[in-house]
């Protein structure tokens, strides 16, 4: 059976969903980006060089950057607005289309997601997704973060699969890159010019939306 890996963040779950948070917080739901982007760099960093951190300790990390840069004083309110509405982002427009479509034809469908498996639970229920999945995993299982490639390998090991039988789709080339050292085929599904390829870790496939790699992916698998 064809199992596909899900990453939640950005690629199942719209972070637009946090801009009216950051516009009351810094004034500019542009501030959402930036905090986006540090929390991604923290999480590198403590891949790279130890020790590991919960992806949220990396988020909460880069709320505290965000608010140093533009001289504004975080309150707990203000962290706890931020947690709250991670909790309730919307799903993209393309995500439950495309899920059900591969669920239909009899695929294995996985959320793998770095920050803890108990707020993806949360996040996909409040999301109308969680139903679509098989099981949801966390990269913190492995005791690090995605890309490192034991966070891919954990996963194989307790969906008792080889790497290659695995799909990682995501709009992240970083994923993609990480998921391909560890083995997996990928799909990198690119919604706007900044989602695209690394020349360093081409995908599998790629497509401007879920349907369109899901499409792809049923097609190479059917042979």
Known sequence: MTCCLFDVNETLLDLSGLDAVFLQIFGSSTARHAWFAQTLQNALVSVITGPYIPFEEAGQ????????????????????????????LP????????????????????????????????????AGLRDQFDEVLSAEAAHTLKPAAPA????????ALPPDQL?????????????????????????????????????????????????????????
């Open 61 to 88: 990390a880069a709320l505290t950057m965000q608010a140093q840069r533009e001289n504004i004083q975080l309150s707990e309110a203000d962290r706890h607005s931020v947690k709250s509405a991670l909790r309730m």
């Open 91 to 126: 799903a993209h427009a393309d995500a439950l289309p495309a899920l059900k479509r591969l669920r239909q034809s009899g695929v294995r469908l996985v959320a793998l997601t770095n920050n803890a498996r108990e707020l993806a639970e949360l996040q996909l229920t409040a």
């Open 152 to 159: 891919y390998l954990q996963t194989a090991k307790t969906l």
């Open 167 to 223: 799909w990682l789709i995501a709009v992240h080339a970083w994923d993609i890159a990480g998921a391909q050292r560890a083995g997996l085929r990928t799909a990198l599904v690119m919604r706007d010019r900044l989602q695209v390829p690394s020349p360093l870790a081409p995908p599998t496939v790629q497509g401007a939306d879920l349907t369109a790699v899901a499409e792809q992916i049923l097609t190479i698998e059917k042979g």
